[in-house]
């Protein structure tokens, strides 16, 4: 690894860095890092790609390291310097953002998007590449198939990233009942309803019923009560619990 201490005011911001379009010393990440810097030493190099046509360097990797040595007056940073350039040297930023813990679960669906978009073989080549499971690639690239007044709620943090994975699993039916709560006011209450939202509510009285998938009676009353579900629109404990109902009202 090539490492070296270059002048702060040779080095651009790379058209590859994934963030080069966002302001610095506005989020609380900003301003923590700016402050540890004021304090303490940088651990972690920044990577950068030396430009021959301008003689300078360009930032891939480490844009709010970089600007929070600039804030404090650094004349010179370590770096390393490699020789990545388009699709490769975004790629690399990408990744680098996405194992952020302060993104947002929208955020961190689109990079991974774009990470797979810009990696040969897709979904598979990203997860042998960046050592990702391919499972949890579809995860978050399923966020980005929900309508955009769920995705509107995944962004405010209203919807957690496990809850928009479990919506973009549920039949089509399940996701437009979802979708019109949005609008209806009612949208906590129809994610418990529908299975999406984690654990059941304190005090709630439950019925385990299990079928066993190599007793051939039991597989096709699962099948059949699947597919009723899934035309009305609900999961299979919620049409059994609405057959139920039905029977004990009778």
């Not at 813990?101 to 797979?116: F, G, Y």
């Amino acid at each position: 690894m090539n490492i070296k201490t270059i002048p702060v005011n040779l080095i651009d911001i790379a058209e590859e860095n994934v963030r080069k379009a966002f302001s610095f010393g506005e989020d609380n990440n900003d301003k923590l890092i700016k402050e540890h810097l004021s304090k303490f030493d940088l651990l972690q190099p920044v990577v950068v790609r030396f430009d021959k046509e301008s003689k300078r360097y360009k930032l891939l990797i480490g844009r709010r390291r970089f600007f929070a040595l600039h804030a404090k007056g650094e004349k010179q940073i370590p770096a390393v310097v490699t020789q990545l350039e388009g699709a490769e040297a975004e790629a690399a930023s990408l990744f680098e953002n996405l194992i952020r813990k302060d993104l947002s679960p929208l955020e961190k669906a689109r990079m991974v998007k774009k990470l797979v978009d810009s990696t040969k073989s897709g979904i598979s080549g990203v997860s042998s590449r960046y050592g990702l499971p391919k499972s949890t690639i579809s995860e978050w690239l399923s966020i980005l198939t929900l309508p955009e007044n769920i995705q509107s709620k995944v962004e405010t943090g209203e919807i957690s990233s496990y809850e928009a994975i479990r919506i973009a699993r549920k039949p089509k039916l399940v996701q437009e009942r979802i979708v019109a709560s949005v609008d209806a006011g009612n949208l906590q209450e129809t994610m418990s309803d529908t299975g999406v939202k984690r654990g059941a509510p304190k005090g709630l009285m439950t019925i385990r019923v299990v079928f066993n998938p190599t007793k051939k009676l039991d597989k096709q009353v699962w099948d059949k009560l699947n597919k009723k579900a899934v035309e009305n629109g609900l999961e299979v404990a919620e049409y059994v619990r609405t057959i139920l109902l039905k029977h004990v009202r009778r």
